[in-house]
């Protein structure tokens, strides 16, 4: 593009929802190509929040040097909120025309659901003078994305948490001892399965296991099977990873427990990091050891926040170079072909793959819909082969089945009665 055809004007750049690994990547890439393109690259702190109110104060300009500076680095420079104003129109018009008073022409988003739904709200509002595109970011894994990608922040955040996994088996080896371990996951279990494989986990217990119904009990005796199992293995120590979304299926077993505060986000989700559920967890192991004449140490540890402002494994740094450029593209329209009003950046066997947020977005709730773990995918399939749980396979083989029994403090066909539906799992 030769100088006097670049286009001119102002970009802004913002940033909502929970950290991920690799948001000032995203940053640094379309900064830097925004720049390149002759645009004014302008950061806006805090999420929608000042925007919303109709505030154009908080603001930065990011240059080359800025930029260069910031993308190996975990966290975001500008910061982030869950101001979500999609919902109430004065907000979205206070939104629209403070960016307009700051001559942005075009706006690149970074964020989960609710940031994508602003986003789109804010093309819309603006009846497309303000070129948007939106960047998802999850460590959950879980937005439906072509060939599917994964979520920019979720190799960074699995490969960390691997880490963990594997200091914490180390520990139980070293100790005797067994860890609870419950990890960030809303409604998939791809972050608490991919930590556990990757980390070398006895075993990951995931929502999409359950197939929509659980019950503590239920869970314990997954957790159980996975315990007695490894003992008639010569390995009475371990580490099970349960996704937390596994605590929205058992809710109503929960509520009323001790330190247990059921509360909803204003998106109203369940506020999971409010559940102790490895605390729980352990507890509930305990008091069935104590009342079968068993002991063992059990360690209730909760895998989550840490993993959010990472630095970006050299998978997301590069990942997220690519979705920052192919996002300015969008909005400059570099592709003719690529549909306006707004998109959500996906890459798709190497290319830009805008997708139209009319085409992902449920136009009710604003929400995408959710990829969950395929139960029946080989990659699944692969990784459950690795875990020591309880089969039915085991609860018919009369000597597996009496070896199981003793371990529990039971005789066999109490055992088989007790975990056959934990063995179906």
């Not at 505030?55 to 930065?60: A, K, L, N, Q, R």
């Not at 104003?85 to 964020?111: C, E, F, H, N």
């Not at 929400?367 to 309880?390: E, N």
């Amino acid at each position: 593009m030769t100088t006097s055809s670049r286009p001119r004007g102002r970009m802004g750049i913002v940033v909502g929802g929970g950290p991920a690994p690799g948001i000032n990547s995203v940053i640094a890439a379309a900064a830097t190509e925004g720049l390149r393109r002759g645009l004014e690259v302008v950061g806006i702190y805090d999420g929608f929040k000042w925007l919303a109110a109709g505030s154009g104060e908080h603001t930065c300009t990011i240059t080359d040097l800025i930029a260069e500076q910031c993308r190996l680095r975990g966290g975001s420079i500008l910061r982030t909120s869950r101001e979500k104003p999609a919902d109430d129109p004065d907000k979205m018009a206070r939104v629209v025309a403070t960016l307009q008073a700051l001559d942005i022409a075009y706006l690149v988003t970074i964020g989960g659901d609710d940031t994508a739904y602003t986003a789109s709200m804010t093309s819309r509002t603006s009846d497309g003078r303000i070129q948007v595109a939106h960047v998802p970011k999850t460590i959950d894994n879980d937005l439906p994305l072509p060939d599917q990608a994964p979520t920019f922040g979720y190799n960074t955040a699995r490969a960390v948490g691997a880490n963990l996994i594997g200091n914490l088996m180390e520990d139980a080896h070293t100790t005797a001892r067994w860890y609870v371990v419950t990890a960030m996951g809303r409604s998939a279990g791809h972050l608490a399965l991919g930590m556990a494989s990757s980390g070398g986990a006895t075993a990951a217990v995931i929502p999409e296991e359950f197939q929509g119904s659980a019950s503590l009990d239920l869970t314990l005796k997954v957790i159980e099977g996975s315990m007695h199992r490894s003992a008639i293995l010569g390995r009475d120590f371990g580490v099970v990873v349960i996704a937390e979304g596994v605590g929205e299926l058992i809710v109503a077993d929960l509520q009323g427990r001790p330190y247990v505060s059921i509360t909803h986000d204003k998106s109203g989700n369940l506020r999971l990091a409010e559940v102790p559920l490895a605390l729980i967890l352990k507890d509930e192991l305990k008091k069935r050891l104590k009342e079968r004449g068993r002991k063992r140490t059990i360690v209730d540890v909760v895998i989550g926040y840490e993993l959010r402002c990472a630095p970006p494994a050299p998978f997301d740094a590069d990942y997220c170079r690519q979705l920052g450029w192919g996002a300015v593209q969008y909005v400059l329209g570099a592709d003719p072909s690529w549909e306006r009003g707004g998109a959500l950046i996906a890459l798709k066997a190497g290319r830009i793959e805008p997708i139209p947020f009319g085409a992902i977005l449920d136009p009710v709730t604003g929400k995408t819909a959710i990829r969950r773990v395929d139960v029946q995918a080989d990659t699944y399939k692969a990784a459950r082969a690795a875990m020591v749980r309880l089969s039915t396979e085991d609860l018919e083989n009369g000597d597996t089945l009496g070896r199981l029994a003793d371990v529990a403090g039971l005789s066999p066909a109490e055992y088989r009665a007790a975990y056959a539906d934990a063995a179906a799992i």
